[in-house]
């Protein structure tokens, strides 16, 4: 069964990058699922930060783009978010989640399963 | 401001049917797929309804999607206090070039 667990600091100063891991179990990220990141703001909703797929193809919300790096470690089977010059506005739970099904196109497709969760403040 | 619209909250007593609405627009439910997903309170989120209206392995039959044109449906039927949890609608916009999410409904079991 497949299981994805987030890891970082839990505390990141303003404008400094934030740095975090999710580290599969059960599933090679070098098959055919997607694997993304989820944010949530405390008492806020869900907010989409990108997705990367086996191919290297990535997918970034317009409105992080700028600051945002995903990339695959397949020796290490996990996978890594980088978001640089961190403000107060960027303090959430971030969760890391796979695709729900293989060969379908990103449109039809779904997060599932997804890890618990890790928050990261950001404040000096 | 979310790009999907939710209700902020919903209730229902014991063995009630609440309908959960999500409206979007052409460029997301409209032309592609909606997927729902319940987080209850200190947990992660998980997928409730794939693709309108499909069910994963172990969600009870109870819950129910639907979609006409640019919006869609979460139906609970048979409400059990422990489906007091947030409730959130999700599809690919085009425009976006990915995901977007409705704003979360909250559903209190009365």
């Known amino acids: 069964q497949v299981q994805l667990q987030e890891s970082g600091p839990g505390l990141v100063k303003p404008s400094e990058t934030l740095s975090l891991t999710c580290t599969v179990s059960?599933?090679?990220?070098?098959?055919?699922?997607?694997w993304g990141w989820i944010r949530q703001p405390p008492g806020k909703g869900l907010e989409w930060i990108g997705t990367?797929?086996?191919?290297?193809?990535?997918y970034y919300n317009p409105s992080l783009k700028s600051r945002v790096t995903m990339t695959l470690d397949t020796s290490k089977n996990h996978f890594s978010l980088n978001l640089n010059s961190v403000t107060a506005a960027d303090t959430a739970v971030y969760y890391c989640?796979?695709?729900?099904?293989?060969?379908?196109?990103?449109?039809?497709?779904?997060?599932?399963?997804w890890g618990q969760g890790t928050l990261v403040t950001v404040s000096s | 401001q979310s790009v999907l619209t939710q209700p902020p909250s919903a209730s229902g007593t014991p063995g009630q049917r609440v309908t959960i609405s999500c409206s979007g627009s052409s460029s997301n439910i409209g032309s592609n797929t909606v997927n729902w997903y319940q987080q209850l309170p200190g947990t992660a989120p998980k997928v409730l309804i794939y693709s309108d209206d499909q069910r994963p392995s172990g969600v009870p039959d109870r819950f129910s999607g639907s979609k006409s044109g640019t919006s869609a449906s979460l139906a609970i039927s048979g409400l059990q206090s422990e489906d007091e949890a947030d409730y959130y609608c999700a599809a690919w916009d085009d425009r976006v070039n990915g995901w977007v999410f409705g704003g979360g409904t909250k559903l209190t079991i009365l």
């Open positions: 059960g599933y090679s990220i070098s098959s055919g699922y997607f």
């Open positions: 989640a796979r695709g729900g099904s293989v060969g379908v196109p990103a449109a039809m497709d779904w997060f599932d399963p």
């Open positions: 990367i797929y086996h191919s290297g193809t990535s």
